[in-house]
C-alpha cells in the first residue's frame, strides 16, 4: 500500500508517522511518500519519520520528494495537510478580524474565508493532477477549512472525504470519563465541520443507550472548562458542543481576550521552530512530547481508521466524517457538507440516520451553510462582491459595514494569493 501525504513538510507529520507505525496491522504501509515545495524542511521530517519506522520495526519505505505528480503516481490515498500562506498568514487571519471587533481566528468568521479564498484553488489544483496521475485514488482532506475544502473537492467530481479531530477527541475524553475503552464510544455528533454538538454519548453502538445525561451529570464541570463555557449553559443545552461553539456563544469574550494576548499563529510559529530544530537532531526517534501542544490530537488515529476503511483494510465500521448530505438533516440542500456519523467503506461514507435536530442547532447550522456556499462562490470566481456577501452572510458578522471593512482588509492582506485582486 501506498499512501502519500502533500505537505509532508509540517511539522504535525511525525504524529502521522507515529500512527502508521504504531497501527501498522490495521494500515499495512508499503511506502509513505512525504511531499513539500519547501525541500530542506520536507528533509527533515522525513528523516525523522524514517527513524520512527526503524525504532518500531516498520518495514514501510519513506520518500522525500517536492515533485508531486511522481508522489502521488500509484498511491492508494493521498492526504492533504496543507497550509498556503503558511503561519505568516495565519497570524494576518487572527489579528486584522479584531479591527472591526470580530473574532479573529483561522477557521471561522472572517479569517477562516481567507484562508478558504487562498486554499480553495491551490486544493483543486493539486486534485486535478491527482485525478490525471492516479484517478483511483482517495484524496482525505485534512486542509482546513474542511467542510468548504470537501465541498469544492466533491463538487470537481474527486474521490474526496473530509477529516477533522474534534470527534475523535471528544471519543477519548469520554472514555476516559466513563472508565471503558473509546472502541466502546459512539458519538451522536451532528453539524458541519468546526460546528458540531454531541447530542449524545452511547456504549456499544449507535442503537445503545444515551449516557450523556448521566456524563453531563457527573463530569459537567471539567467538560464544560475544557470548552471554556459555563456549566449551566451546558445543563440548559443538555449538549456538548464543540470548543468552535465558543466563538458563536462567548463572542465578545472572546475578541477582548483575543487583543490582550499574543496570537495562536505566534504560539505556533515559535513552537515549530522548536520542532524542527529537535527533529534535525539525528539522535531522535519518535515524536517528541511538545507536539502535543502543537494541535492536531489522536490525528494519526483518526486518519488511519479512515484509510483503512477506505481501501477495505479495516478500520472503525463507523467513523465521524465530512460527506454529503444527501438528506441526512433535511433542512440543508442535499449537496452541502455535513460532519455526522457515517457508515464507511471502500465506496466511500453513508451518513447515518440523524434525529430530528432541534432548531436551536438546525437553525445555526443552515446559516453557516449558506455563508459556506458563498465562500465557495467567492473562492472559485473571485470579486469583491463576492467576498462581501460571503462576509455579510457569516453569523459572526452580518452588519454590513463590518462587512465592508472587513471585506478591504482581506483583500489587502491576501493580495498576493488571490490571482483577480
Given at each position: 500500500m501506498k499512501?502519500?501525504?502533500?505537505?509532508?513538510?509540517s511539522?504535525?507529520?511525525p504524529?502521522?508517522?507515529?500512527?502508521?507505525a504504531r497501527l501498522r496491522?490495521?494500515?499495512?504501509?508499503?511506502?509513505?511518500?512525504?511531499v513539500?515545495p519547501?525541500?530542506?524542511?520536507?528533509?527533515?521530517?522525513?528523516?525523522?519519520a524514517?527513524?520512527i519506522?526503524?525504532r518500531?520495526g516498520?518495514p514501510?519505505r519513506?520518500v522525500t520528494?517536492?515533485?508531486?505528480?511522481?508522489?502521488v503516481e500509484?498511491a492508494?490515498a493521498?492526504l492533504?495537510?496543507?497550509r498556503?500562506g503558511?503561519?505568516?498568514?495565519?497570524?494576518q487571519?487572527e489579528?486584522w478580524?479584531?479591527?472591526?471587533?470580530?473574532?479573529?481566528?483561522?477557521?471561522?468568521g472572517?479569517?477562516?474565508?481567507a484562508k478558504?479564498?487562498?486554499?480553495?484553488p491551490?486544493?483543486?489544483g493539486?486534485?486535478e493532477r491527482?485525478?490525471?496521475a492516479?484517478p483511483?485514488?482517495w484524496?482525505?482532506?485534512f486542509?482546513n477549512?474542511?467542510?468548504?475544502?470537501t465541498?469544492?473537492?466533491l463538487d470537481e467530481?474527486?474521490?474526496?472525504v473530509?477529516l477533522?479531530n474534534v470527534a475523535?477527541?471528544f471519543q477519548?475524553?469520554?472514555?476516559?470519563?466513563?472508565?471503558?475503552?473509546?472502541?466502546?464510544?459512539?458519538l451522536?455528533?451532528?453539524?458541519l465541520?468546526h460546528l458540531t454538538?454531541e447530542t449524545g454519548?452511547?456504549?456499544g453502538g449507535?442503537?445503545?443507550?444515551n449516557?450523556?445525561?448521566?456524563?453531563l451529570?457527573?463530569h459537567?464541570?471539567?467538560?464544560?472548562?475544557?470548552?471554556r463555557?459555563?456549566r449551566a449553559?451546558?445543563d440548559?443545552?443538555g449538549?456538548v458542543?464543540?470548543?468552535?461553539l465558543?466563538?458563536?456563544y462567548?463572542?465578545d469574550e472572546?475578541?477582548?481576550?483575543?487583543?490582550t494576548k499574543p496570537?495562536?499563529a505566534?504560539?505556533?510559529?515559535?513552537m515549530e521552530?522548536?520542532?524542527?530544530e529537535?527533529y534535525?537532531?539525528?539522535?531522535?526517534?519518535e515524536?517528541p512530547?511538545?507536539?502535543?501542544?502543537r494541535g492536531?490530537?489522536?490525528?494519526?488515529?483518526?486518519?488511519?481508521d479512515l484509510?483503512a476503511?477506505l481501501?477495505?483494510g479495516?478500520g472503525?465500521?463507523?467513523?465521524?466524517?465530512?460527506a454529503r448530505?444527501?438528506g441526512?438533516?433535511?433542512f440543508?440542500?442535499d449537496?452541502?457538507v455535513i460532519?455526522v456519523?457515517?457508515?464507511v467503506g471502500?465506496r466511500?461514507?453513508?451518513p447515518?440516520p440523524v434525529?430530528?435536530v432541534?432548531?436551536?442547532y438546525?437553525?445555526?447550522?443552515?446559516n453557516?451553510?449558506?455563508?459556506?456556499?458563498l465562500?465557495l462562490d467567492a473562492a472559485l470566481r473571485g470579486g469583491?462582491e463576492?467576498?462581501f456577501?460571503?462576509?455579510?452572510?457569516?453569523?459572526?458578522?452580518?452588519?454590513?459595514?463590518?462587512?465592508?471593512?472587513l471585506?478591504d482588509?482581506l483583500?489587502?492582506?491576501?493580495?498576493e494569493?488571490?490571482?483577480?485582486a
Amino acid at each position: 500500500m501506498k499512501l502519500t501525504v502533500v505537505g509532508g513538510g509540517s511539522t504535525y507529520t511525525p504524529e502521522l508517522v507515529d500512527g502508521f507505525a504504531r497501527l501498522r496491522d490495521t494500515l499495512p504501509v508499503k511506502e509513505l511518500v512525504l511531499v513539500d515545495p519547501a525541500t530542506e524542511r520536507v528533509e527533515l521530517v522525513g528523516g525523522l519519520a524514517r527513524r520512527i519506522f526503524a525504532r518500531q520495526g516498520h518495514p514501510g519505505r519513506v520518500v522525500t520528494t517536492d515533485d508531486l505528480d511522481r508522489a502521488v503516481e500509484g498511491a492508494d490515498a493521498v492526504l492533504l495537510q496543507l497550509r498556503v500562506g503558511g503561519q505568516a498568514a495565519r497570524e494576518q487571519d487572527e489579528t486584522w478580524p479584531l479591527e472591526c471587533g470580530c473574532v479573529g481566528q483561522e477557521t471561522t468568521g472572517a479569517g477562516g474565508l481567507a484562508k478558504a479564498l487562498r486554499t480553495v484553488p491551490v486544493v483543486l489544483g493539486i486534485a486535478e493532477r491527482i485525478r490525471r496521475a492516479n484517478p483511483d485514488a482517495w484524496i482525505i482532506d485534512f486542509t482546513n477549512p474542511v467542510g468548504i475544502v470537501t465541498r469544492a473537492l466533491l463538487d470537481e467530481g474527486h474521490r474526496a472525504v473530509g477529516l477533522c479531530n474534534v470527534a475523535i477527541g471528544f471519543q477519548r475524553k469520554f472514555a476516559a470519563l466513563l472508565g471503558v475503552t473509546p472502541a466502546d464510544v459512539h458519538l451522536d455528533h451532528v453539524g458541519l465541520n468546526h460546528l458540531t454538538w454531541e447530542t449524545g454519548v452511547r456504549l456499544g453502538g449507535p442503537e445503545a443507550e444515551n449516557v450523556l445525561p448521566k456524563l453531563l451529570a457527573e463530569h459537567g464541570e471539567g467538560i464544560a472548562g475544557d470548552l471554556r463555557l459555563p456549566r449551566a449553559l451546558l445543563d440548559r443545552l443538555g449538549v456538548v458542543p464543540s470548543y468552535y461553539l465558543r466563538y458563536y456563544y462567548a463572542h465578545d469574550e472572546v475578541v477582548r481576550e483575543l487583543r490582550t494576548k499574543p496570537s495562536r499563529a505566534a504560539e505556533v510559529a515559535a513552537m515549530e521552530r522548536q520542532l524542527l530544530e529537535m527533529y534535525a537532531d539525528p539522535s531522535l526517534e519518535e515524536k517528541p512530547a511538545l507536539l502535543a501542544k502543537r494541535g492536531g490530537a489522536y490525528y494519526s488515529e483518526a486518519a488511519v481508521d479512515l484509510a483503512a476503511a477506505l481501501l477495505g483494510g479495516g478500520g472503525s465500521p463507523y467513523q465521524v466524517v465530512n460527506a454529503r448530505n444527501k438528506g441526512t438533516l433535511p433542512f440543508l440542500p442535499d449537496d452541502a457538507v455535513i460532519e455526522v456519523q457515517a457508515a464507511v467503506g471502500p465506496r466511500g461514507p453513508s451518513p447515518l440516520p440523524v434525529p430530528q435536530v432541534d432548531p436551536l442547532y438546525a437553525g445555526l447550522m443552515a446559516n453557516v451553510t449558506a455563508y459556506e456556499e458563498l465562500a465557495l462562490d467567492a473562492a472559485l470566481r473571485g470579486g469583491r462582491e463576492r467576498v462581501f456577501r460571503a462576509l455579510l452572510a457569516h453569523p459572526l458578522i452580518g452588519q454590513h459595514a463590518y462587512a465592508d471593512a472587513l471585506t478591504d482588509r482581506l483583500i489587502a492582506h491576501n493580495r498576493e494569493h488571490l490571482a483577480w485582486a
